[in-house]
Nanobody
Framework: QVQLVESGGGLVQAGGSLRLSCAAS????????MGWFRQAPGKEREVVAAISRNGGSTYYADSVKGRFTISRDNAKNTVYLQMTSLKPEDTAVYSC????????????????????WGQGAQVTVSS
């Protein structure tokens, strides 16, 4: 069983920055892709970013390219999402997810392919 715990959410003004962290425990040696997803009220869950096991492959949604950076520290079993130049439309609950299948260099943007999810962290960007 893998447990994921997010931290770092909060309220920030437009143009500001936040860093989300997701700490994994239990069976972490099995984790391949790590991803960040978000869901705003009344909207479907969408992928924000994903990173491969070896950190060499990443994916970013077009809406966050150039503003968000995903990274991971396998020694600490933690994945990060650095968010800069935040916009009100970035307001959502952000969840990290872990996928156990796939290669060391693969990434996935499909929520159904992820095996474990964190509880979510609220990010609110005021205008």
């Amino acid at each position: 069983q893998v447990q994921l715990v997010e931290s770092g959410g909060g309220l920030v003004q437009a143009g500001g920055s936040l860093r989300l962290s997701c700490a994994a425990s239990g069976g972490t040696f099995s984790i391949r892709t790590m991803g960040w997803f978000r869901q705003a009220p009344g909207k479907e869950r969408e992928v924000v970013a994903a990173i491969s096991r070896n950190g060499g492959s990443t994916y970013y949604a077009d809406s966050v390219k150039g503003r968000f950076t995903i990274s991971r520290d396998n020694a600490k079993n933690t994945v990060y999402l650095q968010m800069t130049s935040l916009k009100p439309e970035d307001t959502a609950v952000y969840s990290c997810a872990a996928r156990l299948s796939g290669s060391l260099i693969s990434v996935s943007v499909v929520p159904a392919e992820y095996d474990y999810w964190g509880q979510g962290a609220q990010v609110t960007v005021s205008s």
